[in-house]
């Protein structure tokens, strides 16, 4: 069985800094990585994912991450955050051969003006 | 772009009470899938259905749980007697095949048990 770890569960930033949020996964077979993002009142949207290949991954809204084989961590970054990425995002990871997603707790980002 | 659609987004209901919430998959997906956030709480998978039966379902989906495609397009979660503890944003998703595919995920339906 895997797990997901999100070491922080509130990230405040201010507008046009850089931001990271540090996912930490366990899982004895191979995986698949994603990070999702929840806008208030709405759904979880995909923001990008890892399935193989270079390891840093781009996705929509300016976020990469990068995955992290021997520190079994998938970082999410961006450089210059906006007010419009106050949001919760979650990192989840299935297996490479599996059917479900597995999530983490979320951080929940605030960004200040 | 196509998109999970779920309702109602929310509904209160009495303990004991029966609930369903209703989902319409993204058109020629083949995997739907229920979730669960419990308040200040993880996201949680319930169950998963393919082929017009259960593949995988959690420790949380027990009997009092079920889900139904009934006509194609429409697939339901069904909680038989709702407890205090179901109170959760439940969560309806589908994707196109199995191994790397993206799961869409619908806005979420908020269920409030009083």
């Known amino acids: 069985a895997q797990s997901v770890t999100q070491l922080d569960s509130q990230v405040p930033v201010f507008e046009e800094a850089p931001v990271e949020l540090r996912c930490n996964y366990s899982?004895?077979?191979?995986?698949?990585l994603f990070w999702y993002v929840q806008y208030p009142n709405q759904g979880l949207q995909l923001l990008l994912k890892?399935?193989?290949?270079?390891?840093l991954v781009k996705g929509i809204n300016g976020f990469e991450a990068e995955f992290n084989k021997s520190q079994t961590s998938f970082h999410l970054r961006k450089p210059s955050v906006h007010i419009s990425d106050t949001a919760e995002y979650f990192c989840a990871v299935s297996e490479a051969a599996g059917n479900k997603l597995t999530f983490g707790g979320g951080t929940r980002v605030l960004v200040k003006p | 772009e196509p998109e999970v659609t779920q309702t109602p987004s929310h509904q209160v209901t009495q303990m004991g009470q029966e609930v369903i919430l209703r989902c319409v998959p993204i058109s020629n997906h083949l995997y739907f899938y229920w979730y669960r956030q419990i308040l200040g709480q993880k996201v949680e998978f319930l169950v998963s259905?393919?082929?017009?039966?259960?593949?995988?379902k959690s420790e949380i989906f027990d009997d009092q749980f079920s889900v139904e495609r009934p006509d194609g397009s429409n697939f339901t979660l069904k909680i038989r007697s709702t407890k205090l503890e179901d109170s959760a944003m439940y969560f309806c998703?589908?994707?196109?095949?199995?191994?790397?595919?993206?799961?869409?995920f619908g806005e979420g339906s908020w269920l409030t048990v009083v």
């Open positions: 998703a589908s994707r196109p095949g199995l191994t790397g595919n993206t799961i869409y």
């Open positions: 899982s004895s077979v191979s995986v698949y």
């Open positions: 259905f393919y082929n017009n039966e259960i593949s995988e």
């Open positions: 890892y399935l193989s290949g270079s390891t």
